[in-house]
């Protein structure tokens, strides 16, 4: 059984940075695509960031040149960089695992499995 730990979340200023790290037990990331996803109250999950088992990334509008996704299979985990956050980035966020693929979509409905998340604050 995959599980799935997310860490580094916290409070930090609107401008500021986070670094959010995803680590797996029980099984290898390195067959999975890995999406992480944010989930503000009253919304729905959407997805931040993806990235395929060759390192192929992709991201929305809302976070395309601020977030980086990044994947360290020796280490069997995931991360999330996060930059110029604003307030409204200001959520839980999950990583999750999908069926790997030649490109890189990551489907809330396609998730096998998630993690129980780590909350970001944005605030000053």
């Known amino acids: 059984q995959l599980q799935l730990t997310e860490s580094g979340g916290g409070l930090v200023q609107p401008g500021g940075s986070l670094r959010l790290s995803c680590a797996a037990s029980?099984?290898?990331?390195?067959?999975?695509?890995i999406g992480w996803f944010r989930q503000a109250p009253g919304k729905e999950r959407e997805g931040v960031a993806c990235?395929?088992?060759?390192?192929?990334?992709n991201y929305p509008d809302s976070v395309k040149g601020r977030f980086t996704i990044s994947r360290d299979n020796a280490k069997n985990t995931v991360y999330l960089q996060m930059n110029s956050l604003k307030p409204e980035d200001k959520t839980t966020y999950y990583c999750a695992t999908t069926l790997d693929g030649e490109e890189p979509i990551c489907p809330v409905d396609g998730v096998d499995y998630w993690g129980k998340g780590t909350l970001v604050t944005v605030s000053s």
């Open positions: 029980g099984r290898t990331l390195g067959y999975y695509t």
């Open positions: 990235i395929t088992s060759n390192h192929m990334t």
